[in-house]
């Protein structure tokens, strides 16, 4: 579904991604771990077309997306959930995910069924539809972005760091429902985190970024095992 080729991406001439190859099939739910730094956000911004990389190729379903203007590649069915929510604070919640279904913006009845899925999916937004989002807690807003994202149909969805910032009890709450996502709604999930932990008990599989290069990749059983993944990101 997703292959990533030898991607180099720089920003402002500094070289963050160096020689990235990896690949993700569909219905499979994968981890991109790393420390704050590594360069995962600047790889998903890159996947995502947000960023271009200097070298390499990405595709999707086949398709080379490596110079795709974003919205395109949202409509191919790529889509990402940014670090730091970026919520639109002013808007209601309903007004926030009708934002994200702009892929299919006039098909009122699609719109709708997208709605009634995340409604069901995150009951609390359905209960505060008409509050404004800036008002959210970090874990309602969390949702909100999630819930957002997946008005758009991802086939493959980008959870950049979903659980930063927020209590132990809500990242418990929200690696569920990440995971009924890729279960229940036939969404592939690519997730980046820093809570390795977390990451590992809930995806398939996993890569390690380091410096902006893939160091390692394995399932999730050899990775939590790994001497140096245990020491550097569990904490044992």
């Known amino acids: 579904m997703l292959k990533l080729k030898n991607v180099y991406t720089d920003i402002g001439g500094l070289q963050i991604i160096h020689n990235v190859s990896l690949e993700i099939e569909q219905g499979e739910f994968v981890a991109l771990l790393g420390s704050n730094g590594a360069g995962k956000t600047t790889l998903f911004r890159t996947v995502a077309g947000v960023l271009k990389p200097n070298s390499g190729t990405i595709e999707f379903n086949g398709m080379g997306i490596h110079r795709m203007p974003v919205h395109k590649i ?45 409604y069901e999916l995150f009951p609390i937004l359905k209960e505060r539809r008409n509050q404004e989002a800036g008002t959210f807690s970090g874990g309602e807003q969390q949702m909100l972005a999630i819930a957002r994202s997946l008005m758009s149909e991802p086939q493959l969805l980008l959870l950049d760091e979903p659980s930063v910032g927020l209590a132990p009890l809500i990242v418990e ?19 980046s985190e820093q809570n390795a932990n977390m990451a590992l008990n809930i995806t398939d599989r996993g890569y390690v970024l380091e410096n902006g290069s893939c160091v390692l990749s394995g399932d999730c059983a050899q990775l939590k095992d790994d001497e140096k993944v245990r020491k550097a990101y569990i904490g044992a």
């Open 74 to 118: 949202v409509e191919a069915g790529l889509v990402l959930c940014p670090q730091g929510r970026q919520l639109f604070p002013r808007l209601s919640v309903e007004k926030n995910l009708i934002m994200g279904a702009y892929p299919i913006k006039g098909n009122k009845p699609r719109i709708q069924k997208n709605l009634d899925r995340v």
């Open 173 to 191: 709450q929200m690696a569920e429902t990440i995971s009924n996502i890729n279960r229940e709604m036939d969404t592939t999930i690519f997730l």
